[in-house]
């Protein structure tokens, strides 16, 4: 009996005090976090956005131990989602993951509810994906010149589709490049586009790979090209707009990034921004957005605003060289 080990009622309540507190050391949450989060993803579920908003709101309630949603508002080419994050408390409690066409926003459309540069401030930039062109595995072609080739051939009228502004413009850039006759369909977010493009309802879809993954892995879809300046890893076959001689979609990719209202405090801006960056580049984190061709950014709060100031003259210019007008 002498080797039984006694536990006194102070080694008890030590004990219970320290599984109580485990979870909250595991789950450490920066000073300055909201005390919860709300993603908003101003496009449809199934797109690459909402797929990037819910792995990283995954993650986040991880790393944090804290409630983190993510809401879907789509429509007006993200403008109804941006809007209510431009409208939302300014305490970091609400952002909204937007693509590039959050800077094409204000060159496109003819009124927005808010001032794009007044009434948000950028948070750091999540992720950069190549943009892919696809069509459904029903129409003749293996890459962009083959089936524009045939395309003209018959003589039809064919039409593109987008998800927003960015990959509106891209769309009109790719129809142009390939010399082909087809009108825009636009769309409220790439998930219901590449149903549509699978179907046969819509001929062309511009939209990350992300998007369009899924679809091409199930054989409904086929990759015609991708822009950037080197072939994915994750679609070996597919050759680079740049390949084909198209050197104008150099460039040109899918950036999702964060964004809050801009009177949100900066020590709040940049417990968000540190946090981000800290599960994106987590080992789990990158894997999943390896295998949709994505790749972790998270640059500083003020490295990222300078940033979109660059990125809305090279979208400005690729506006005006496509002749897009306001909508």
Request: aromatic share 6%; glycine share 8%.
């Given at each position: 009996?002498?080797?039984?080990q006694y536990f006194s009622r102070r080694d008890f309540v030590a004990l219970g005090s320290a599984l109580v507190l485990a979870p909250l050391t595991r789950a450490a949450t920066p000073t300055n976090f909201p005390k919860q989060l709300k993603i908003i993803v101003p496009y449809s579920a199934g797109g690459g956005t909402d797929i990037i908003a819910r792995h990283l709101a995954?993650?986040?309630?991880?790393?944090?131990?804290?409630?983190?949603?993510?809401?879907?508002?789509?429509?007006?080419?993200?403008?109804?989602?941006?809007?209510?994050?431009?409208?939302?408390?300014?305490?970091?409690?609400?952002?909204?993951?937007?693509?590039?066409?959050?800077?094409?926003?204000?060159?496109?459309?003819?009124?927005?509810?808010?001032?794009?540069?007044?009434?948000?401030?950028?948070?750091?930039?999540?992720?950069?994906?190549?943009?892919?062109?696809?069509?459904?595995?029903?129409?003749?072609?293996?890459?962009?010149?083959?089936?524009?080739?045939?395309?003209?051939?018959?003589?039809?009228?064919?039409?593109?589709?987008?998800?927003?502004?960015?990959?509106?413009?891209?769309?009109?850039?790719?129809?142009?490049?390939?010399?082909?006759?087809?009108?825009?369909?636009?769309?409220?977010?790439?998930?219901?586009?590449?149903?549509?493009?699978?179907?046969?309802?819509?001929?062309?879809?511009?939209?990350?790979?992300?998007?369009?993954?899924?679809?091409?892995?199930?054989?409904?879809?086929?990759?015609?090209?991708?822009?950037?300046?080197?072939?994915?890893?994750?679609?070996?076959?597919?050759?680079?707009?740049?390949?084909?001689?198209?050197?104008?979609?150099?460039?040109?990719?899918?950036?999702?990034?964060?964004?809050?209202?801009?009177?949100?405090?900066?020590?709040?801006?940049?417990?968000?921004?540190?946090?981000?960056?800290?599960?994106?580049?987590?080992?789990?984190?990158?894997?999943?957005?390896?295998?949709?061709?994505?790749?972790?950014?998270?640059?500083?709060?003020?490295?990222?605003?300078?940033?979109?100031?660059?990125?809305?003259?090279?979208?400005?210019?690729?506006?005006?060289?496509?002749?897009?007008?306001?909508?």
């Open positions: 009996m002498k080797d039984r995954d993650k986040l309630r991880i790393a944090t131990g804290l409630t983190v949603l993510v809401d879907n508002k789509p429509g007006a080419n993200g403008v109804i989602g941006t809007d209510m994050t431009a409208k939302s408390t300014p305490d970091g409690s609400t952002v909204v993951l937007v693509v590039n066409s959050h800077l094409l926003n204000p060159l496109l459309m003819a009124k927005l509810p808010y001032d794009t540069f007044k009434d948000l401030i950028g948070v750091t930039q999540v992720a950069v994906s190549p943009l892919v062109v696809v069509t459904s595995v029903k129409n003749e072609g293996t890459t962009a010149k083959d089936f524009a080739a045939r395309a003209r051939a018959a003589k039809l009228k064919y039409s593109y589709g987008s998800s927003e502004n960015m990959t509106r413009l891209v769309g009109s850039m790719f129809v142009k490049a390939m010399d082909l006759d087809a009108v825009h369909i636009p769309y409220k977010g790439g998930g219901p586009l590449m149903t549509d493009v699978a179907g046969g309802t819509t001929t062309i879809g511009v939209t990350s790979v992300l998007s369009a993954k899924q679809l091409i892995d199930g054989g409904r879809l086929k990759a015609l090209a991708i822009t950037g300046t080197e072939r994915s890893k994750i679609l070996p076959n597919t050759p680079t707009m740049k390949e084909m001689g198209f050197d104008a979609f150099d460039k040109v990719s899918t950036s999702y990034s964060l964004y809050a209202p801009s009177a949100t405090p900066a020590d709040t801006l940049t417990a968000l921004q540190t946090k981000v960056t800290e599960v994106i580049h987590g080992s789990e984190m990158v894997q999943i957005l390896a295998a949709q061709a994505a790749l972790p950014v998270g640059n500083s709060v003020a490295d990222f605003n300078r940033q979109i100031k660059v990125d809305f003259e090279f979208w400005k210019n690729l506006a005006i060289e496509n002749n897009l007008e306001k909508e």
